[in-house]
């Protein structure tokens, strides 16, 4: 977005969070996309004071690295973020300057040592398994600063093609330009997924999510709401919310979201219902602990669930005295394909 019209974008911002009619009071708070860390302060405490939540048991702030500073992150406690996700993706030079990130691995060691002296140590560091360029030994070594920095939190994301984005549009046409021809293929990817579900086992930190890991009480109390299908509002462009029976998506793109505020129409544009029994199961798998499938689930998805279960790609387990069902971690692998089953 231009710079110019940045103040405009959070006057907008504001005032549809001013307008919105609260159900239920918020817990938690996430801010993110694009780089939220280099708004700013004043203007990111206006934000979060427009929301009726005075203290949050837990509050998300996604952060570049090499935008942090200490006079910001003071800033940030001011405003009551008590929580900063870094989107780290590599420490691998040669892989970032690739994908035009500019800080490297001492970058990310600056910023976290700055986080937890202010306090802050609530962290998440997040890996993109599949950079191009990327291989086995340097994807270790990306596992290894991890390691070396022990966050409470680890997100490891399989890199997906995204037919908008450069990388992804070169991919789809077979080319070769930003790095396109250098991007390890899926099998290669898996195989460093499952690399990093051991090493971050080995170190303490678990899979609770398919791509989120965590020490014991570090899991993410936000984003644990999408996965438990809990109701949830999101403000700005191509936001999402959740009422329970509803979802909503805002416009995609700050300019068009903007241009729609501006012009004082709504800044919704899809509604639709959301399926409890389907969603049920293709959000609630993504979990560790599984779902909890009752009488009208077996009925119907009973021959879904014991192929699953005979393939070897889904279990039964019993949590908190409650019988479940989870995929296994070759149901992981191929989970895309086992949620399809659950979409009418």
């Not at 020490?215 to 999101?234: A, D």
Request: with cysteine; proline share 4%; net charge negative.
């Amino acid at each position: 977005m231009p710079k110019h019209l940045e103040s405009q974008y959070a006057d907008s911002l504001i005032a549809e969070i001013a307008a919105h009619a609260w159900q239920w009071p918020p817990e938690t708070l996430y801010i993110g996309g694009g780089t939220p860390s280099s708004i700013d302060p004043a203007t990111l405490a206006a934000i979060v004071q427009a929301l009726p939540a005075a203290v949050w048991a837990e509050a998300t702030l996604e952060c570049a690295p090499g935008t942090i500073t200490s006079e910001r992150i003071d800033a940030w406690l001011a405003a009551g973020f008590n929580r900063v996700s870094l989107g780290v993706q590599s420490f691998v030079k040669a892989e970032l300057a690739r994908t035009g990130r500019r800080h490297d691995a001492a970058i990310v060691a600056q910023d976290v040592a700055l986080l937890r002296s202010a306090g802050i140590a609530n962290i998440n560091l997040d890996l993109i398994a599949g950079l191009p360029g990327q291989t086995e030994a340097s994807w270790r070594e990306s596992l290894t600063a991890i390691e070396q920095l022990a966050p409470p939190h680890v997100s490891v994301y399989m890199l997906e093609v995204d037919e908008d984005s450069r990388l992804g549009s070169e991919l789809l046409l077979g080319g070769t330009r930003y790095g396109a021809s250098d991007v390890p293929g899926d099998e290669q990817i898996a195989a460093f997924y499952e690399l990093a579900v051991e090493h971050l086992h080995r170190i303490g930190i678990e899979r609770y999510e398919i791509s989120n890991f965590a020490r014991t009480g570090y899991e993410s109390r936000h984003n644990l709401k999408y996965w438990r299908r809990e109701p949830y509002i999101g403000f700005g462009a191509d936001a999402h919310s959740f009422d329970g029976v509803r979802r909503w998506q805002n416009a995609e793109s700050a300019a068009d979201y903007l241009a729609r505020h501006l012009r004082g129409e709504s800044v919704r544009i899809e509604t639709t219902s959301a399926v409890a029994t389907e969603e049920k199961f293709f959000v609630g798998l993504r979990l560790s602990e599984g779902v909890h499938a009752d009488v009208s689930d077996w009925d119907r998805f009973g021959p879904a669930f014991h192929r699953f279960l005979d393939g070897g790609l889904m279990e039964r387990v019993t949590i908190s005295d409650q019988d479940r069902l989870r995929l296994t971690p070759r149901g992981i692998m191929i989970s895309n394909e086992i949620f399809e089953e659950f979409v009418a």
